[in-house]
């Protein structure tokens, strides 16, 4: 699956930014069978898990996100979002738009996502 990641930006603290993956060349059907997740890397750390969601929409998020976060899918359009709310200086990091299934894990370029105090 070849993802298309975008929406990154610098925001203040308590503001807001969504980001977008596409999946433009992907087969609907293949696309459906895939979990999709976002992922997020600060400088110095290592790559972690911020909320995926199944074909049938069940999510699941990083506690230092729930509340704030929302993740959603448009299967007809290939497409994942991550709506992100009351963002902190610590959720400063690249972004990452993750599809895996039984087989594979596909990720698709970084958006830096950055957050004043």
Do not use: H
């Not at 990154?8 to 997740?37: K, W, Y």
């Not at 200086?89 to 972004?95: G, I, L, N």
């Amino acid at each position: 699956v070849q993802l298309q990641a975008s929406g990154g930006g610098l925001v203040q603290a308590g503001g807001s930014l969504r980001l977008s993956c596409a999946a433009p060349r992907t087969i609907t059907s293949v696309f459906n069978s895939n979990v999709m997740g976002w992922y997020r890397q600060a400088l110095g750390k290592e790559r972690e898990l911020v909320a995926d969601i199944t074909r049938g929409g069940y999510t699941n998020y990083a506690e230092s996100v729930k509340g704030r976060f929302t993740i959603s899918r448009d299967n007809a359009k290939k497409m994942v979002y991550l709506q992100m709310n009351n963002l902190k200086p610590e959720d400063t990091a690249v972004y990452y738009c993750n599809a895996r299934d039984s087989r594979s894990s596909d990720w698709g370029q970084g958006t830096q996502v950055t957050v004043s105090s």
